[in-house]
């Protein structure tokens, strides 16, 4: 079946170090969404890419997604302890007009 | 505006028992939705609904049920309590169908089923 996969599980990064998470899906997406949950809290939506090669800018947040449209990557410049938490990526199901397949989400860690 | 509410915040069951989550929001929207989240395994859908008296199953159905007599309000029943079913669980919304539209979550419900 369709698979959204998101790599790595986690990353250690000290504070003021760059993040990527990226995210692979078995077939084409119309389109991706990214959230981030903070620990403790519940997913909140970041951004939502639709084109071909787009890539869209959030201050120190980069998001790309894939000129085939299968995959996408989020980008943090300097991280900061506010940016701890765990980013998922999310992808309309093939199979559904009305589901999302979700990536089993990187967790952001800031090393003491 | 409240956005989406869930309760309650924590619920300890034992096993065989049953409950209801109640997920409640104030935005009008027509898409609801209910996630379990488990280390590791990200999100799961279980049920959802695209308007009130119409709702389907999701990824992980067993051992849940649902109704939305409201456009409000859409909760998740608990038939019979499982320990597989410690989880921790969001309800979502979103104005139009679920795989165009931003998802606003509710802030969880940590159930543990001994």
């Known amino acids: 079946g369709q698979q959204v996969m998101q790599i790595p599980q986690y990353q250690h990064v000290q504070e003021g170090e760059d993040f990527t998470t990226y995210c692979n899906s078995s077939t084409t997406l119309s389109n991706i969404q990214w959230y981030k949950q903070r620990p403790g809290g519940h997913p909140v939506f970041l951004i939502q890419?639709?084109?071909s090669g787009e890539v869209k800018k959030q201050k120190r947040l980069t998001f790309q997604f894939g000129e085939a449209k299968k995959n996408s990557s989020l980008h943090i410049t300097a991280t900061q302890t506010t940016d701890v938490g765990t980013y998922f990526c999310?992808?309309?199901?093939?199979?559904?007009?009305?589901?999302?397949?979700w990536g089993a989400g990187t967790k952001l860690i800031i090393k003491p | 505006n409240a956005g989406v509410t869930q309760t309650p915040k924590f619920q300890v069951l034992k096993t065989g028992q049953s409950m209801t989550l109640q997920c409640a929001q104030d935005?009008?929207?027509?898409?609801m939705s209910w996630y379990r989240q488990d280390p590791g395994m990200g999100l799961r859908l279980i049920h959802y609904?695209?308007?009130?008296?119409?709702?389907d199953q999701g990824e992980v159905p067993n051992g849940y049920n649902v109704s939305r007599s409201t456009t409000e309000d859409f909760p998740l029943r608990l038939l019979s309590a499982a320990p597989s079913q410690t989880s921790v669980y969001f309800c979502a919304s979103s104005y139009g169908g679920g795989r165009e539209e931003t998802q606003y979550f509710g802030p969880g419900t940590r159930l543990l089923v001994l």
């Open positions: 609904s695209v308007g009130a008296g119409i709702t």
């Open positions: 999310a992808g309309p199901s093939a199979g559904s007009n009305y589901q999302l397949i």
């Open positions: 890419l639709v084109k």
């Open positions: 935005m009008n929207h027509e898409y």
